[in-house]
């Protein structure tokens, strides 16, 4: 530094100053390299719940990567989360509660509890418009396991299934371990469980003493500490259409999810039919929102919302958002375009 300055102590003023700006300009330089060069992201994908799953780890190049054995952990916890909640698989926990007879008592784990808590929960906030015991409907509708999406059912029908619906006929010996259905039901979790695996996911990766990373499943996501240059993680909330625009937001210590009818549905007589079922009516929604994104402390906090929130449709989800300060970001859909709104605590995230 003692010869940088002497050297520009015997420049004139101009060559000093366009000395010092190219002195700045190096510095910034190497600043960024040291930067650019002082993380790696270790990437693991695969495949779960159906769908794909993609993590990044974000680790000091001074230490090691990790391992193959960390990616085997994630796939047996995966593997075990699948046997614990999947309606696909015929012995999985979930439906073995199902096959119960009602009135009986079963033992459940901890992960259930967990699930069917959280579910509960976002059922009381919402007014019952999330309810893990739509699956019947989902299913008469064609949006179920037994997926065909190409006849809408009899208003009888619809009728028959209303009956077995309602949370709160699933009563909870939490001590105990235990669940029983007093009513005829089945429980479905698939709107929380993708956010849930990701919640598990990313408790092993902290677990592991990793705590700068992205976990995603099926497009919900778990995002901690940083990006390998250093700053809060970036991702585009998704657009309802190809030809609309992703808006960037930064995002950390939180779960991030998004609802959209535009995903999977079915068009008879020229009327479309949404896979999300209104526990209330037995029947697709019918507002004009086509997504909805959910930032929240859990990515199955924001899973579960992301699809009460679609439910209740753009202006009852903005009353209950912004009474409850929850940050969400809603696409409408608007003649033959769509608009945009947003909750006040949803705007910090957004980036220029």
């Known amino acids: 530094m003692i010869l940088v300055v002497n050297v520009l102590n015997n420049q004139p003023f101009k060559a000093r100053a366009a000395l010092l700006l190219l002195l700045f300009c190096f510095c910034i330089f190497a600043a960024a390299c040291q930067q650019k060069e002082k993380f790696q992201t270790v990437l693991f994908t695969g495949a779960t719940m159906g769908t794909t799953y993609n993590i990044k780890i974000v680790v000091p190049k001074s230490q090691p990567a990790p391992s193959a054995d960390v990616q085997a952990r994630i796939e047996l916890l995966l593997k075990e989360f699948n046997q614990s909640l999947s309606t696909y698989i015929p012995d999985s926990e979930l439906m073995q509660f199902n096959a119960a007879p009602v009135g009986e008592w079963v033992a459940v784990s901890s992960r259930f509890l967990g699930v069917l808590a959280l579910s509960n929960r976002i059922s009381q906030l919402s007014g019952g418009a999330f309810d893990p015991t739509v699956g019947p409907l989902v299913n008469l509708w064609g949006f179920g396991p037994d997926w065909h999406k190409d006849k809408k059912p009899s208003d009888d029908q619809i009728a028959a299934l209303m009956g077995e619906v309602g949370y709160q006929a699933v009563e909870v010996d939490a001590a105990g371990h235990r669940v029983k259905k007093n009513k005829t039901l089945q429980l479905d979790f698939s709107a929380v469980a993708k956010g849930y695996g990701v919640d598990e996911v990313a408790d092993l990766l902290w677990s592991e003493g990793f705590h700068h990373f992205m976990v995603e499943i099926g497009g919900e996501l778990r995002l901690h500490g940083h990006n390998a240059s250093g700053d809060a993680w970036r991702i585009g909330v998704e657009a309802a259409t190809s030809a609309g625009k992703i808006k960037p937001i ?35 929604i019918n507002h004009n929102l086509a997504s909805v994104t959910v930032i929240a ?19 009852r989800a903005m009353v209950l958002a912004e009474q409850e300060g929850i940050p969400i970001y809603i696409i409408e859909r608007k003649g033959e375009g769509f608009s945009v709104r947003y909750s006040t605590t949803f705007a910090p995230y957004l980036l220029p």
């Not at 995002?251 to 896979?275: C, K, L, M, P, Q």
Request: cysteine-free; glycine content about 12%.
């Open 297 to 315: 402390a859990t990515s199955g906090e924001a899973d579960a919302l992301a699809t009460a929130f679609t439910v209740l449709g753009g202006d």
């Open 250 to 284: 930064a995002v950390s210590e939180v779960g991030v999810a998004t609802s959209g009818d535009y995903r999977n549905y079915f068009e008879e007589d020229g009327i479309r039919y949404s896979h999300t079922i209104d526990p209330t009516t037995g029947k697709p």
